[in-house]
C-alpha cells in the first residue's frame, strides 16, 4: 500500500500559540467568546461524530442524501482530477465523491486538509487503503490560511461540506470564499453545502438535543482550554444554551454561568470572572437562503451552476465554477 504524503503548514507550536492568542482576546472581550475551532480535540470529536447520529441533528443525512443522488452528477459536470476536501474525510460523503469521480474516470488524487495531524494521517491512510492507486496529499493546515499552498492538479474539485461554512461570519465568508477563488484557476470548481433556514424549533432541537450530546460538546471547549492554558474552569459551572437569532439567522451556542466563577488561565496570567447568567459564546451556525449564497458566490469570482437541496428542503449543495 502506498503511503500518503502529508505537508505541514500548522504545527503543534502554531496551534497553541494562536490557542493562547484567541483565549486572551475571546475571554477578555464584552461579550466573551471563544473559537469553535477548539472543540475538536479527540474527546470533542468523538462528541460531534454522536451528534450527528442523533434524531435532531439532520445535516449530515440530509447531506448525505443529496450526495447520494448527485454525486455522479458533479463527476460528470466538473471532471475532477483532484478532489481537495476542506476537513479530512475518510466519511461516508467523501467516499460518495471519491468513487462517483472514478467510475467517470478522471480521478487522479485526493488532498484533504485538516488542522490535525492524526485526524489527517488516519483519514488518509483509510483512504489509500481503499482506492488502490490513487494518490493522496494530504495537508495539516488552517482553511483560513493556507489556502494557497494546496497541491492538485486541474481541474480540482474544491469540497467544503457539513455547512461548516456556517461557522463564519460574513466578513470571513467573504473572505474565505474569495481565499477558495483566488486558489482555483478559471474553470475549477466549489462544492459547498449549507444549511438552511427554517422552522426555529427544528433549528434549535438540532443543537440542544434531548440526549445532552451537544452540552457536552460545547462544554469540552472548556476542558481544552483547562487542559492547554492550564486553566481551572469547572465545566459543571456553565449551562448549555443554543437559541435562533431571528436577524442574524444564525443558531447561537454559548455557555451561560450558572453562579458567579473566577477561574484562572495559567498560561495567559490572566484571571476571567463571570458574573451569574454571563454568557461565553462559543459558536455561531448560519443557515442560507439560495439568494444569499449565490449573491456571495458571485461576489468572490464564482458562478453558481446546481443547487440541490435533499427531499425536505432543509439542506443544500451549490456547485459553482471560477470565473475569469
Not at 91 to 107: D, I, N, Q, V, W
Not at 122 to 140: K, T
Not at 211 to 217: C, I, L, N, R, S
Not at 287 to 303: N, P, S, Y
Request: hydrophobic content about 45%.
Amino acid at each position: 500500500m502506498t503511503e500518503p504524503v502529508l505537508d505541514v503548514h500548522l504545527t503543534p507550536e502554531d496551534a497553541a500559540l494562536a490557542l493562547r492568542a484567541e483565549a486572551r482576546a475571546g475571554l477578555t472581550a464584552r461579550p466573551k467568546w471563544l473559537s469553535p475551532k477548539w472543540f475538536y480535540d479527540a474527546v470533542g470529536s468523538e462528541l460531534f461524530e454522536d451528534i450527528t447520529r442523533l434524531p435532531e441533528y439532520y445535516p449530515t443525512r440530509a447531506e448525505r442524501e443529496i450526495l447520494v443522488a448527485r454525486a455522479a452528477q458533479v463527476a460528470r459536470t466538473t471532471g475532477a482530477r483532484a478532489l481537495v476536501e476542506l476537513g479530512s474525510g475518510s466519511s461516508e460523503k467523501t467516499r460518495l465523491l471519491l468513487t462517483a469521480l472514478r467510475e467517470h474516470g478522471t480521478l487522479e488524487e485526493f488532498v484533504p486538509l485538516d488542522v490535525s495531524p492524526s485526524a489527517l494521517t488516519e483519514a488518509a491512510r483509510a483512504i489509500v487503503a481503499d482506492y488502490e492507486g490513487l494518490r493522496v496529499h494530504g495537508v495539516v493546515g488552517d482553511f483560513t490560511e493556507h489556502l494557497g499552498l494546496l497541491p492538485g492538479a486541474p481541474p480540482r474539485l474544491v469540497a467544503f461540506l457539513g455547512g461548516t461554512i456556517g461557522n463564519l461570519i460574513p466578513e470571513e465568508r467573504d473572505k474565505f470564499l474569495t481565499s477558495v477563488r483566488d486558489v482555483l484557476g478559471a474553470g475549477e470548481w466549489l462544492l459547498l453545502g449549507t444549511d438552511l433556514v427554517k422552522d426555529p424549533d427544528v433549528l434549535v432541537r438540532a443543537y440542544d438535543d434531548a440526549q445532552g450530546v451537544t452540552a457536552e460538546f460545547n462544554r469540552n471547549v472548556l476542558r481544552v482550554v483547562d487542559r492547554e492554558l492550564g486553566a481551572d474552569f469547572d465545566p459543571d459551572d456553565f449551562a448549555h444554551v443554543a437559541l435562533w437569532n431571528a436577524e442574524e439567522e444564525w443558531i447561537e451556542m454559548r455557555l451561560r454561568a450558572v453562579r458567579p466563577v473566577r477561574a484562572h488561565v495559567a498560561a495567559l496570567g490572566l484571571d476571567v470572572e463571570f458574573a451569574e447568567g454571563e454568557e461565553l459564546r462559543t459558536e455561531v451556525s448560519a443557515k442560507f437562503r439560495r439568494e444569499g449564497v449565490e449573491r456571495e458566490l458571485v461576489a468572490a469570482g464564482f458562478e453558481l451552476c446546481e443547487w440541490w437541496t435533499d427531499s425536505e428542503g432543509r439542506f443544500a449543495l451549490s456547485l459553482a465554477r471560477a470565473v475569469g
